[in-house]
């Protein structure tokens, strides 16, 4: 059925590594394609979205590129900060809008 | 309003206990979506509503969870004889749908009701 898989975590980095959250999806069709990010304490916001093959969403320095042939939505940010440390969410569109499980990111100093 | 706005924010109850939360979404945003969040884990689909009417109720996970949206705008989730296991975040978010609209088919969240069964 359908479904989105992300890479577990939880991930620890240093302030300004590099990041790779992997996400993968199952689908009948074209969904559009989403990472949600929850900082601690507060709700879920929208981080960036793409609703086509190869559309890149980019914000606040991260970036998602839609591979329809890998099925695939990975997120990625050059140098991360501490003030990005959240649980980050894949989700695509649908009746449901699929989410996967999160991965809790923690960035130190 | 300017954001989705859900109440309670906290709720504490008995087991076998009735519950409504509420949710009052984005003026003019036709879809409702409920999910359920227990730590650690994602978003868990319950019922997406389109209007007045329920057009997905196959999460919710069995018939003590009921929800309503009469005029087409606020929806109640309610939540009959509540077990400690219904014990979670209840997230309500809502979107506008269309094509080639910015901003469409996008959802935003409410910052939940947080559900606690003694």
């Known amino acids: 059925g359908d479904s989105v898989t992300q890479m577990e975590g939880p991930v620890t980095l240093s302030e300004e590594a590099f990041l790779t959250i992997n996400c993968t999806y199952t689908?009948?069709?074209?969904?559009?394609l989403f990472w949600y990010v929850q900082y601690p304490g507060e709700g879920l916001q929208l981080l960036l979205k793409?609703?086509?093959?190869?559309d890149k969403g980019s914000n606040k320095g991260f970036e998602a590129t839609y591979r329809k042939e890998t099925t695939s939505f990975h997120l990625e940010k050059g140098s991360v900060q501490v003030s990005d440390s959240a649980v980050y969410f894949c989700?695509?569109?649908?009746?449901?809008?699929?989410f996967g499980t999160g991965t809790s990111l923690t960035v130190i100093p | 309003g300017a954001g989705v706005s859900q109440t309670p924010s906290n709720k504490v109850t008995e087991k076998g206990k009735y519950v409504e939360l509420r949710c009052d979404p984005i003026?003019?945003?036709?879809?409702l979506y409920w999910y359920r969040q227990s730590l650690g884990q994602g978003p868990e689909f319950l019922i997406y509503?389109?209007?007045?009417?329920?057009?997905?109720d196959s999460g919710l996970p069995n018939d003590r969870f009921f929800a309503v949206r009469p005029e087409g705008s606020v929806s109640t989730l309610k939540i009959q004889r509540t077990e400690r296991g219904d014990s979670a975040v209840y997230l309500c978010?809502?979107?506008?749908?269309?094509?080639?609209?910015?901003?469409?088919?996008?959802?935003?969240f409410g910052a939940g009701s947080r559900l606690t069964v003694l």
């Open positions: 689908a009948t069709g074209y969904p559009s």
């Open positions: 003026s003019g945003h036709t879809a």
């Open positions: 793409a609703t086509k093959a190869d």
């Open positions: 978010a809502s979107s506008f749908m269309g094509q080639g609209v910015r901003g469409a088919n996008v959802l935003t």
């Open positions: 509503f389109q209007g007045t009417g329920a057009a997905d």
């Open positions: 989700a695509r569109s649908g009746n449901q809008f699929y």
